[in-house]
């Protein structure tokens, strides 16, 4: 960590954001605690999220537990696939992500996406040694690490479990149940909320690789067939794309463009994609993520999940490095037909026709007078691997045997006793699998982007000033109180009357009176707080209505309210109703230099 990384992780452990946790027991790598400021910031973020992906979406959203058992992750493949490559140093036993090391020390950005035995070669070929203790990991062996943590559920080891490493599972799992609430009708969204868990073989950069996360998740289930999003809600938006066509091109190039020319040119391939790329751009715009430094990059092939149709990752740069923030995937049906495999419910929602059809059905009706006798407890097994085999392959009974295999044995049935045949009904409707859009944000590293974005540097009254322009949306304190002295018992009780006021209006309040009015500013300003009120003589002194002075973070501007105006106008601020100018020109500006 260097430059900006450096700086950020002195003042969030110092003005308490974020520092690494279990201090006192030498602390344990990728587990970082949020402190006051920080946990007010990622739940701001986690507020905007939620207003935006659950709310005015009209979705719904869950809360499944943390820990699920095994079968669960059999079905989604994660105790199979969910794998990173680790190298171990030969001489100190360190272990690492060997992908990350080839991506540290050479051009190639995206080695994730590289087969094993490549990793392997690159290693070598490029002489990396560890960057622990300088070992040379050039003939080492890169192997597969799984990264879920198990654990056992219940007393003893006999229902092992694992804590979830992604929240789209308990949302997968839940969906016999959920789409009852939708009242089976598509297309629905259900978002979640919460924490996650990998063992990340190295985790790095503060609070944005580590073992514990939050994520905010969205699942949107559609009718590939019949549901479209309305893209004219965000065909204007612009965005910077970096597509696969460019990231393999000499000399690639970002492509500026709108959401509605980027669908409408094919440069995104689906219009669900489109829609959310879209509506996180203005998400991420709207809580303080500087565009400059934000882009949409589209998945590599060997990046990209088997069963996903198309996935873009949402990058902010901090420090000189893309950060993944967010990623968008086309998901198909995969996730909801293997829990419908695995699993013992419908994962299914059923489509009504526009007219009743009329269609052939394939239907068995076994004689189990003859079953019975012949495969005793195994009758009803063979009656049901009959009925499977006329859906799936009605030929197969057209002799005078069929065979159907019941616990890994062969067994015959004489065709007439089967008794097979070919109707003709009449349907109203079938049974389809939703396919699955995924938007999924890291909050984490929301919260770390945003206090990178918002850190700033300047002079004010011949002193540099470090601050964090955060917006008012997220900001952990809304409001700075302060009596302009500490010994002057009028102004201590004011003041304290307008945090009652002002707290009691739904704003976040933080009081201090220790120090000079200056440094009480700068305290402020180095946690991100949009606006100080501070209470003095010549506010209280006049003949009209009490006043304060109001003090703008960014600027360091202030004005003179009336107390019985302060939370109206400050809420319109905040808002976006009017701005901090519309304050200096309808209200008297501060001239005098109380920054000292």
Known sequence: MSGEGERLA????????FFGASGAYGGAAGFYTFGPQGAALKSNVEDAWRDRFTVREGNFEIEAPTIMPEPVFEASGHLDGFDDMLVECPDCGESHRADHL????TSIEDAESLPVADVEDLLGDHGIRCPNCGGDLAEEAVTQFNLMFETTIGPGSSTPGYLRPETAQGIFVEFPRIKEYARNSLPFGVTQIGRAYRNEISPRKSIVRTREFTQAELEQFVDPERDDPDLDRVADVEVTLYPVTEQEADGG??????????VEEGIVGDAWIGYFLGIAQEWYEGVGVDTDRFRFRQHLPGERAHYAADCWDAESEVDGDWIEVAGFAYRGDYDLSKHAEYGDDDFTVF???????TVERAVVEPD????????????ADVAAALEELADRNPAAFDGDEVQVTVGGETRTVDSDVANFRIEERTVNGE???PHVIEPSFGVDRTVYTLLAHAYREDEVGDETRTYLSLSPTVAPTDVGVFPLVSNVPELVDRAEGVVDDLRRAGFSVTYDDSGSIGRRYRRQDEVGTPFCVTVDRDGLEGDGP???TVRERDSARQVRLPIESLSTELEAVMDGDTSFDGLVAAYDAVTADTDA
């Open 10 to 17: 002195e003042l969030a452990k110092r003005r308490g954001y």
């Open 253 to 262: 190039a970002y492509v500026e463009t709108t959401i509605g020319a980027a």
């Open 351 to 357: 489509r009504e026709f526009e007219e009743p059809r």
């Open 546 to 548: 009490d006043t304060v």
């Open 368 to 379: 189990m007078s003859v079953l019975g006798p012949e495969y005793g407890s195994e009758a």
């Open 431 to 433: 049974h389809i699998t």
């Open 102 to 105: 080839i991506e540290d020390n």
